[in-house]
């Protein structure tokens, strides 16, 4: 088999089982986990279409890989920032009780 | 493919799942971290080394002790008590899985993803960084003032209501029961 | 005869190897690299903790262990045969699974730190193009360790123990990086073995060409050091296991061979640093002169290694530990800006070249740092007469 | 010594990192600050003291020219970068050697004047950051690094004027500079990005390939906007303006009186040495852009940029010179003469070219840096007193202050022969008079000399001749002034006569560097190493020497029949020309009204214009608003009517059914971030089912 296919697998089994637990999950610091992992699979798609990629590319991919891996870092900085904040007010740290925009 | 590919990918899905499913939110982290070592390895054996590694020192070394010091200081160490009513997972596996089987499917009836004829020559870490310091130069630039930017905002957000606090408990009943003591 | 000497190791496990089909002839040539690293570095704790014991014993007027073996050199095999053979507590609260990984989770990561560590010419058990930061990633590893370890003991003490481990190797992580690149930036690499190579002297000169002899690497090398000493969390660093504070840190729930893990992946980590430190800025294996490249060259190796530890043994004897807001201020108010000071200079000494003019330039500027950074450091808190609330009357 | 020439950034590298490492040191450091600022700039100037001699040395023909270019920036593979270099040639090392000097002599003079001040360790970090971006724009070989240095150095000044922040007026004016040299700096910024839009470069000199050399000039002085305006000219007037700003002509001249509110130091080496030197350098270091592409150094007077340079420089010389003419405060006399010398500066540009202009900003920056010096010496001794009707008969206790003061005012005045104001000045009025187009600038610059010359001799008498006057309180004059007791007027310490006399003597020494009978400083700039005395040049400038000389007797001799002769009796009498001359008198007071003027028109504008803005929003938006609302109110009234009278039998099913419509959407909108993410990950299924397959059936 082509081997870009079982590693992309990978990745798609990766966000969705990612974003399944974000979606199932209330505790906001678990959500934030299941995004991370949505963030990792698509990482992994990067490398892989960098390494197997019809298009060959020198280095695109992995530098992005490696942009997202910033970003991903000062994502989970400013988020886990914000679950404290939003756990000092509601001494929770529960999604369910961040709802005060409700519509 | 290698059987070690399989192997990590085991562990990385494995992880994934315990992270996403674990009653504990610290088993959870842990969880996650196997996830992070597992992709690192899938990296390393695609001839990424650099970003294996940085994926290891960053997510490893930092995210996760992040996390796990959140868990601590929101107490969130102990039994969730509303992970227990699973009225939430059937909907989050309906559209998890719909995901999951789209895009797997999309992936299986592409015949565009053609194997590149020559396996890619492995960029050194020196040509990595002289293309971060060339071509990349401005993305750089901006991820950098990104961080600054984060770096700054995580701290003011989480010292903002240090003024509150004490109001509410804190060093006043500490001090009344000093006196009281005395 | 010498060259011979010299490559004795390396032809023994061409050896051993040769026979074995292509495929798999890397991978137990790594699995025999890994084993000889633990049999050498297992005998060395060994030894290590006896000669510790020792010393701090003279240092503090005593005899120290004496009874086992010639001069009590055999102390650390009775050791080791009680841990062994002691029964294994697990508290009955603790989680069971994170109690029982957290050793494991602490060792591997520190073993492998080995596995990129040039022991001498051809001797690297895994050359990788990125090994520096191989080794910085392993060694981020172990701080999860901790972190297991102290969470599920669920022991308030080992959790406070564990917190305080984690702050501090955090806080020493970054100078204990930031201090590396300089090295990779004067030798444009961050492989190990060429880093080693780097620092050998040229063709014609009688000094080789290490880092320490440079005004930015001798200020880079202490740094490293110190930040090596915070992370293998040795005194004057032991906060997290400060017996008067908290009993024993994040491992006072283990006992027997857990227990023994525990202490070997903190001497482990120590030799580990120390190699690294060797390898960075002390030529790893290359002779400091000329004339003696005869002498093998991982006996250089081991011998500078057999410096480094001694220096932990003497430092550990003599320092007083630190507080715990000292600990951080001096992380981050004087090591991170040096670290940061440093870099510059070694683009400065990397443009302005090895001749006068570069020392004229780079050794003001890091004595300049070193002494301003110290005393702002100093002057800011004066130390007044404690005033007790309760007890003064 | 010659590897000077390749390692000139280590001139303004010093004080940059003087001013780093105190700005590292703990907050009362004050002696570790002074050694380090006045260390690095003894540095710097022994480094511009090399490289001066290197140019000396070096150079035949074309003047020596040494650049050093490197890429600061590469952005994509293909050399598409951001190149920036240095420049050594003599005008940069005459520049460099200037500003070390007398930057050496002001910090040192700093260290004597700030002694009491608790902030000193900040003074001399934002000094030495300030001298380090001025010795960066002289020799930076780009616009871009220039620029940039020229940005540094505005914060730097804005943080020196403002250094004592507790003040109002102190804090007033250094927003003041601040903001005025900004208006023109968007000139420089604009004219910066139409040369690069030009000549794809903002390297000065590269090759070849630079900005200021025949190719780039050749395409820039044929293209033409309109009619006869060039593209040079057009960048020319935009760079231009940049320098009016920073050199403080008018219009924008408002805000360096103003500036005066910084420690006298500061003064000094911001209106006399180097901040408002660098509009003046900036026009000589694009000469050939603003000559219209001519790329003959010297007497290439052509060239509408040339003209209009010209034109503002003698207007401000004389309008500045009037307006100094009745101040009553030492240092803004001072400053106003700075603006009027500034213009004689680019007076001397406009139509003599760079070596006379930059004869006079040298000797200029010298002369006037003694001037403020010894001003910072009077204040000093009659402690923090500015109002010289406060002063007088200071002579007597301060004599090499005296002296020293008298020295540079009679250069300033251009006293004959031994000054050598009087050599630059009277180059410039040669070149005046010799001026094609118009006879204007001669004159102005003429009436300019006249007025010099009779405000320093007013200064001088009302300082430090008569008597003295310090002791005054309010209104009680004449008796107290007979027998002031010089309670408390001293000396000033060593550490701040010292730089006065160097100055001074320098101050004599430079006049002979330019003289028509020798012309050093012209043929240094243009490369010539070799000069002969040529006596016979002297026949045609004698006549405008004489004349000249004629001018500043006359000057000084009004001021000392009006000043000197009957000496101001107290502290509150009037002035002898608002007497005579009350209204003129107040206008030039009050400085022409300028200030008010900018006030009366571009301040007022923004105020009407908000005004006018918030009365539209209020009006007209607001109306419409209202009218809308109105609208809506009565639409509701009819289809309330409507609905009651009509359909109010099917009102209670509809009621039904939008509520139960609004209850699904608020299900959706129900402030989860979950749910909004689950919304999310259906969208995405959805999309892509139509994006794989969904067209591909079509």
């Given at each position: 088999?082509?081997?870009?296919?079982?590693?992309?697998?990978?990745?798609?089994?990766?966000?969705?089982?990612?974003?399944?637990?974000?979606?199932?999950?209330?505790?906001?610091?678990?959500?934030?986990?299941?995004?991370?992992?949505?963030?990792?699979?698509?990482?992994?798609?990067?490398?892989?279409?960098?390494?197997?990629?019809?298009?060959?590319?020198?280095?695109?991919?992995?530098?992005?890989?490696?942009?997202?891996?910033?970003?991903?870092?000062?994502?989970?900085?400013?988020?886990?920032?914000?679950?404290?904040?939003?756990?000092?007010?509601?001494?929770?740290?529960?999604?369910?009780?961040?709802?005060?925009?409700?519509? | 493919?290698?059987?070690?590919?399989?192997?990590?990918?085991?562990?990385?899905?494995?992880?994934?799942?315990?992270?996403?499913?674990?009653?504990?939110?610290?088993?959870?982290?842990?969880?996650?971290?196997?996830?992070?070592?597992?992709?690192?390895?899938?990296?390393?054996?695609?001839?990424?080394?650099?970003?294996?590694?940085?994926?290891?020192?960053?997510?490893?070394?930092?995210?996760?002790?992040?996390?796990?010091?959140?868990?601590?200081?929101?107490?969130?160490?102990?039994?969730?008590?509303?992970?227990?009513?699973?009225?939430?997972?059937?909907?989050?596996?309906?559209?998890?899985?719909?995901?999951?089987?789209?895009?797997?499917?999309?992936?299986?009836?592409?015949?565009?993803?053609?194997?590149?004829?020559?396996?890619?020559?492995?960029?050194?870490?020196?040509?990595?960084?002289?293309?971060?310091?060339?071509?990349?130069?401005?993305?750089?630039?901006?991820?950098?003032v990104l961080l600054t930017a984060a770096l700054i905002g995580a701290a003011v957000l989480a010292l903002s209501d240090r003024r509150r606090t004490p109001q509410d408990s804190g060093p006043v009943t500490s001090r009344e029961e000093g006196e009281t003591r005395r | 005869m010498a060259a011979t000497l010299d490559q004795l190791f390396v032809q023994l496990l061409h050896g051993m190897t040769a026979p074995l089909p292509e495929a798999i002839r890397p991978w137990v040539a790594l699995a025999i690299s890994l084993?000889?690293?633990?049999?050498?570095?297992?005998?060395?704790?060994?030894?290590?903790?006896?000669?510790?014991?020792?010393?701090?014993?003279?240092?503090?007027?005593?005899?120290?262990?004496?009874?086992?073996?010639?001069?009590?050199?055999?102390?650390?095999?009775?050791?080791?045969?009680?841990?062994?053979?002691?029964?294994?507590?697990?508290?009955?609260?603790?989680?069971?699974?994170?109690?029982?990984?957290?050793?494991?989770?602490?060792?591997?990561?520190?073993?492998?730190?080995?596995?990129?560590?040039?022991?001498?010419?051809?001797?690297?058990?895994?050359?990788?193009?990125?090994?520096?930061?191989?080794?910085?990633?392993?060694?981020?590893?172990?701080?999860?360790?901790?972190?297991?370890?102290?969470?599920?003991?669920?022991?308030?003490?080992?959790?406070?123990?564990?917190?305080?481990?984690?702050?501090?190797?955090?806080?020493?992580?970054?100078?204990?990086?930031?201090?590396?690149?300089?090295?990779?930036?004067?030798?444009?690499?961050?492989?190990?073995?060429?880093?080693?190579?780097?620092?050998?002297?040229?063709?014609?000169?009688?000094?080789?060409?290490?880092?320490?002899?440079?005004?930015?690497?001798?200020?880079?090398?202490?740094?490293?050091?110190?930040?090596?000493?915070?992370?293998?969390?040795?005194?004057?660093?032991?906060?997290?296991?400060?017996?008067?504070?908290?009993?024993?840190?994040?491992?006072?729930?283990?006992?027997?061979?857990?227990?023994?893990?525990?202490?070997?992946?903190?001497?482990?980590?120590?030799?580990?640093?120390?190699?690294?430190?060797?390898?960075?800025?002390?030529?790893?294996?290359?002779?400091?002169?000329?004339?003696?490249?005869?002498?093998?060259?991982?006996?250089?190796?081991?011998?500078?290694?057999?410096?480094?530890?001694?220096?932990?043994?003497?430092?550990?004897?003599?320092?007083?530990?630190?507080?715990?807001?000292?600990?951080?201020?001096?992380?981050?108010?004087?090591?991170?800006?040096?670290?940061?000071?440093?870099?510059?200079?070694?683009?400065?000494?990397?443009?302005?070249?090895?001749?006068?003019?570069?020392?004229?330039?780079?050794?003001?500027?890091?004595?300049?740092?070193?002494?301003?950074?110290?005393?702002?450091?100093?002057?800011?808190?004066?130390?007044?007469?404690?005033?007790?609330?309760?007890?003064?009357? | 010594?010659?590897?000077?020439?390749?390692?000139?950034?280590?001139?303004?590298?010093?004080?940059?990192?003087?001013?780093?490492?105190?700005?590292?040191?703990?907050?009362?450091?004050?002696?570790?600050?002074?050694?380090?600022?006045?260390?690095?700039?003894?540095?710097?100037?022994?480094?511009?003291?090399?490289?001066?001699?290197?140019?000396?040395?070096?150079?035949?023909?074309?003047?020596?020219?040494?650049?050093?270019?490197?890429?600061?920036?590469?952005?994509?593979?293909?050399?598409?970068?951001?190149?920036?270099?240095?420049?050594?040639?003599?005008?940069?090392?005459?520049?460099?050697?200037?500003?070390?000097?007398?930057?050496?002599?002001?910090?040192?003079?700093?260290?004597?004047?700030?002694?009491?001040?608790?902030?000193?360790?900040?003074?001399?970090?934002?000094?030495?950051?300030?001298?380090?971006?001025?010795?960066?724009?002289?020799?930076?070989?780009?616009?871009?690094?220039?620029?940039?240095?020229?940005?540094?150095?505005?914060?730097?000044?804005?943080?020196?004027?403002?250094?004592?922040?507790?003040?109002?007026?102190?804090?007033?004016?250094?927003?003041?500079?601040?903001?005025?040299?900004?208006?023109?700096?968007?000139?420089?910024?604009?004219?910066?990005?139409?040369?690069?839009?030009?000549?794809?470069?903002?390297?000065?000199?590269?090759?070849?390939?630079?900005?200021?050399?025949?190719?780039?000039?050749?395409?820039?002085?044929?293209?033409?906007?309109?009619?006869?305006?060039?593209?040079?000219?057009?960048?020319?007037?935009?760079?231009?303006?940049?320098?009016?700003?920073?050199?403080?002509?008018?219009?924008?001249?408002?805000?360096?009186?103003?500036?005066?509110?910084?420690?006298?130091?500061?003064?000094?080496?911001?209106?006399?040495?180097?901040?408002?030197?660098?509009?003046?350098?900036?026009?000589?270091?694009?000469?050939?852009?603003?000559?219209?592409?001519?790329?003959?150094?010297?007497?290439?007077?052509?060239?509408?940029?040339?003209?209009?340079?010209?034109?503002?420089?003698?207007?401000?010389?004389?309008?500045?010179?009037?307006?100094?003419?009745?101040?009553?405060?030492?240092?803004?006399?001072?400053?106003?003469?700075?603006?009027?010398?500034?213009?004689?500066?680019?007076?001397?540009?406009?139509?003599?070219?760079?070596?006379?202009?930059?004869?006079?900003?040298?000797?200029?920056?010298?002369?006037?840096?003694?001037?403020?010096?010894?001003?910072?010496?009077?204040?000093?001794?009659?402690?923090?007193?500015?109002?010289?009707?406060?002063?007088?008969?200071?002579?007597?206790?301060?004599?090499?202050?005296?002296?020293?003061?008298?020295?540079?005012?009679?250069?300033?005045?251009?006293?004959?022969?031994?000054?050598?104001?009087?050599?630059?000045?009277?180059?410039?009025?040669?070149?005046?008079?010799?001026?094609?187009?118009?006879?204007?600038?001669?004159?102005?610059?003429?009436?300019?000399?006249?007025?010099?010359?009779?405000?320093?001799?007013?200064?001088?008498?009302?300082?430090?001749?008569?008597?003295?006057?310090?002791?005054?309180?309010?209104?009680?004059?004449?008796?107290?002034?007979?027998?002031?007791?010089?309670?408390?007027?001293?000396?000033?310490?060593?550490?701040?006569?010292?730089?006065?006399?160097?100055?001074?003597?320098?101050?004599?020494?430079?006049?002979?560097?330019?003289?028509?009978?020798?012309?050093?400083?012209?043929s240094y700039l243009s490369g010539h190493r070799h000069v002969p005395v040529a006596w016979d040049r002297l026949g045609h400038a004698i006549p405008l020497m004489v004349a000249s000389t004629v001018i500043v007797a006359l000057g000084i001799g009004l001021g000392w029949m009006l000043y000197g002769k009957r000496p101001r009796a107290s502290a509150t009498a009037a002035d002898v020309m608002e007497t005579r001359w009350p209204r003129i008198f107040a206008v030039l007071r009050d400085r022409f009204y300028v200030?008010?003027?900018?006030?009366?028109?571009?301040?007022?504008?923004?105020?009407?214009?908000?005004?006018?803005?918030?009365?539209?929003?209020?009006?007209?938006?607001?109306?419409?608003?209202?009218?809308?609302?109105?609208?809506?109110?009565?639409?509701?009234?009819?289809?309330?009517?409507?609905?009651?009278?009509?359909?109010?039998?099917?009102?209670?099913?509809?009621?039904?059914?939008?509520?139960?419509i609004g209850q699904g959407f608020s299900r959706i909108q129900n402030g989860g971030a979950q749910r909004y993410l689950g919304w999310l990950g259906m969208a995405m299924v959805v999309l892509t089912i139509l994006v794989i397959w969904g067209w591909e059936g079509r």
């Amino acid at each position: 088999m082509n081997p870009i296919v079982p590693h992309l697998i990978v990745a798609v089994l990766l966000f969705a089982i990612g974003m399944t637990g974000a979606l199932a999950r209330r505790n906001a610091i678990l959500t934030l986990v299941g995004i991370e992992i949505m963030l990792n699979a698509a990482n992994l798609s990067f490398v892989v279409f960098w390494r197997f990629g019809p298009n060959p590319d020198p280095q695109t991919g992995l530098m992005f890989a490696l942009f997202s891996i910033a970003v991903a870092a000062a994502e989970a900085a400013v988020g886990l920032a914000l679950i404290i904040v939003l756990f000092r007010h509601r001494r929770t740290t529960s999604l369910d009780a961040a709802d005060s925009m409700k519509g | 493919m290698s059987p070690i590919f399989y192997f990590l990918a085991m562990l990385t899905l494995g992880g994934a799942v315990a992270a996403m499913s674990l009653r504990n939110p610290v088993h959870c982290a842990l969880s996650l971290v196997v996830t992070f070592v597992g992709l690192a390895g899938v990296y390393l054996g695609l001839g990424a080394h650099f970003l294996g590694l940085s994926q290891v020192l960053v997510y490893v070394g930092a995210v996760a002790i992040l996390l796990v010091f959140v868990l601590l200081l929101t107490r969130g160490s102990g039994k969730d008590e509303f992970d227990e009513r699973p009225d939430r997972w059937w909907p989050a596996l309906g559209v998890g899985g719909g995901l999951g089987g789209v895009l797997i499917a999309v992936v299986l009836a592409q015949p565009g993803l053609a194997l590149r004829t020559a396996p890619p020559e492995l960029p050194t870490v020196r040509a990595l960084g002289e293309s971060l310091m060339t071509d990349f130069v401005l993305p750089l630039q901006v991820v950098g003032v990104l961080l600054t930017a984060a770096l700054i905002g995580a701290a003011v957000l989480a010292l903002s209501d240090r003024r509150r606090t004490p109001q509410d408990s804190g060093p006043v009943t500490s001090r009344e029961e000093g006196e009281t003591r005395r | 005869m010498a060259a011979t000497l010299d490559q004795l190791f390396v032809q023994l496990l061409h050896g051993m190897t040769a026979p074995l089909p292509e495929a798999i002839r890397p991978w137990v040539a790594l699995a025999i690299s890994l084993g000889a690293i633990l049999a050498v570095f297992g005998l060395c704790f060994g030894i290590t903790t006896v000669c510790e014991r020792k010393a701090i014993a003279r240092m503090q007027n005593r005899l120290g262990p004496n009874r086992v073996g010639p001069y009590g050199f055999l102390q650390f095999a009775a050791d080791g045969i009680k841990t062994l053979t002691k029964e294994d507590i697990v508290p009955r609260t603790a989680d069971q699974v994170v109690h029982f990984l957290a050793p494991l989770a602490l060792l591997v990561p520190v073993v492998l730190t080995f596995l990129v560590l040039p022991f001498g010419r051809n001797m690297t058990a895994m050359d990788l193009e990125v090994g520096l930061l191989f080794f910085f990633a392993a060694g981020a590893s172990t701080e999860l360790a901790v972190f297991m370890a102290g969470w599920s003991s669920r022991n308030k003490y080992s959790l406070l123990g564990a917190m305080r481990a984690i702050a501090q190797m955090l806080s020493y992580e970054l100078p204990f990086i930031l201090s590396t690149i300089g090295v990779v930036m004067i030798t444009g690499a961050l492989s190990t073995t060429k880093i080693v190579e780097a620092q050998a002297a040229a063709p014609g000169e009688w000094l080789a060409r290490w880092h320490v002899f440079t005004p930015w690497g001798l200020a880079a090398f202490l740094l490293f050091l110190i930040a090596a000493f915070a992370e293998s969390n040795r005194s004057p660093f032991d906060l997290p296991e400060g017996e008067s504070e908290i009993v024993a840190g994040y491992f006072i729930e283990y006992s027997g061979f857990k227990f023994a893990l525990f202490f070997m992946a903190e001497y482990l980590g120590m030799f580990s640093s120390s190699g690294m430190a060797v390898t960075l800025f002390l030529g790893g294996w290359t002779a400091p002169f000329a004339f003696l490249d005869w002498v093998p060259s991982w006996m250089w190796f081991f011998g500078k290694l057999g410096v480094l530890i001694a220096l932990f043994i003497w430092v550990r004897g003599t320092t007083p530990r630190l507080r715990m807001d000292q600990l951080m201020d001096f992380a981050w108010k004087f090591m991170l800006p040096l670290a940061l000071i440093i870099l510059p200079t070694a683009a400065i000494w990397h443009y302005a070249g090895r001749g006068w003019l570069g020392w004229l330039v780079t050794a003001p500027i890091v004595v300049g740092a070193y002494v301003l950074l110290g005393r702002s450091l100093v002057g800011r808190r004066r130390i007044r007469q404690r005033s007790y609330r309760y007890a003064a009357t | 010594m010659t590897w000077i020439a390749t390692q000139i950034w280590l001139i303004p590298m010093l004080p940059l990192l003087a001013a780093g490492v105190i700005g590292l040191l703990p907050r009362r450091s004050d002696q570790p600050a002074m050694a380090l600022a006045v260390g690095s700039m003894a540095g710097a100037l022994v480094l511009s003291v090399l490289a001066f001699l290197f140019t000396l040395t070096h150079g035949g023909e074309e003047p020596a020219r040494i650049l050093t270019q490197f890429e600061w920036l590469r952005v994509g593979t293909a050399g598409a970068g951001v190149r920036l270099g240095f420049i050594l040639d003599p005008l940069a090392a005459m520049m460099l050697v200037m500003v070390t000097f007398v930057g050496l002599l002001i910090f040192v003079f700093s260290a004597g004047y700030m002694a009491e001040d608790d902030n000193r360790a900040r003074f001399f970090g934002f000094l030495s950051l300030f001298a380090a971006a001025m010795l960066g724009l002289v020799i930076s070989n780009s616009l871009l690094l220039l620029f940039a240095c020229w940005e540094v150095m505005g914060l730097a000044s804005y943080l020196l004027i403002g250094f004592w922040f507790e003040k109002p007026s102190a804090a007033a004016a250094a927003k003041k500079a601040f903001i005025v040299t900004r208006i023109g700096d968007l000139g420089l910024f604009l004219g910066m990005l139409w040369l690069y839009r030009e000549t794809g470069t903002l390297l000065f000199y590269d090759g070849g390939a630079g900005a200021l050399e025949p190719g780039a000039l050749a395409a820039m002085t044929t293209n033409r906007v309109t009619g006869t305006l060039t593209v040079a000219t057009c960048i020319s007037l935009l760079l231009f303006f940049g320098a009016v700003g920073k050199s403080g002509q008018v219009p924008l001249h408002v805000w360096l009186p103003d500036a005066m509110e910084g420690p006298t130091p500061v003064s000094a080496l911001i209106h006399a040495a180097t901040m408002v030197a660098a509009g003046v350098f900036l026009v000589a270091r694009t000469f050939p852009l603003m000559a219209g592409g001519v790329d003959v150094p010297v007497q290439s007077g052509a060239g509408l940029a040339l003209g209009v340079v010209a034109t503002v420089g003698s207007v401000t010389a004389v309008f500045a010179a009037l307006m100094a003419v009745a101040q009553t405060d030492i240092k803004r006399v001072l400053a106003y003469s700075t603006v009027s010398q500034l213009g004689y500066m680019f007076l001397g540009l406009g139509t003599g070219g760079v070596a006379v202009g930059m004869f006079h900003l040298i000797t200029h920056a010298f002369f006037k840096a003694l001037l403020f010096l010894g001003a910072g010496s009077v204040i000093h001794g009659c402690h923090h007193e500015q109002d010289i009707r406060r002063m007088g008969g200071l002579r007597r206790w301060m004599p090499l202050t005296f002296a020293t003061y008298a020295i540079g005012m009679m250069a300033l005045a251009g006293v004959p022969l031994f000054f050598s104001g009087f050599w630059s000045k009277d180059e410039i009025l040669h070149a005046a008079w010799g001026w094609g187009p118009s006879r204007w600038p001669f004159i102005l610059g003429a009436v300019g000399a006249f007025l010099t010359a009779f405000y320093m001799t007013r200064q001088m008498a009302e300082v430090f001749f008569g008597p003295h006057r310090g002791g005054d309180g309010g209104g009680d004059g004449d008796d107290h002034a007979a027998h002031a007791p010089a309670t408390g007027v001293h000396e000033s310490p060593r550490v701040m006569t010292v730089p006065l006399v160097l100055l001074a003597v320098s101050t004599l020494i430079l006049g002979w560097l330019g003289t028509p009978a020798w012309p050093w400083f012209e043929s240094y700039l243009s490369g010539h190493r070799h000069v002969p005395v040529a006596w016979d040049r002297l026949g045609h400038a004698i006549p405008l020497m004489v004349a000249s000389t004629v001018i500043v007797a006359l000057g000084i001799g009004l001021g000392w029949m009006l000043y000197g002769k009957r000496p101001r009796a107290s502290a509150t009498a009037a002035d002898v020309m608002e007497t005579r001359w009350p209204r003129i008198f107040a206008v030039l007071r009050d400085r022409f009204y300028v200030d008010e003027f900018y006030e009366a028109t571009v301040v007022r504008a923004h105020r009407a214009s908000s005004r006018v803005d918030r009365w539209l929003d209020r009006l007209v938006i607001g109306g419409l608003v209202l009218a809308a609302g109105a609208l809506a109110r009565a639409l509701a009234f009819a289809v309330r009517m409507v609905d009651e009278l009509l359909v109010n039998a099917g009102f209670d099913a509809g009621c039904g059914v939008m509520r139960w419509i609004g209850q699904g959407f608020s299900r959706i909108q129900n402030g989860g971030a979950q749910r909004y993410l689950g919304w999310l990950g259906m969208a995405m299924v959805v999309l892509t089912i139509l994006v794989i397959w969904g067209w591909e059936g079509r």
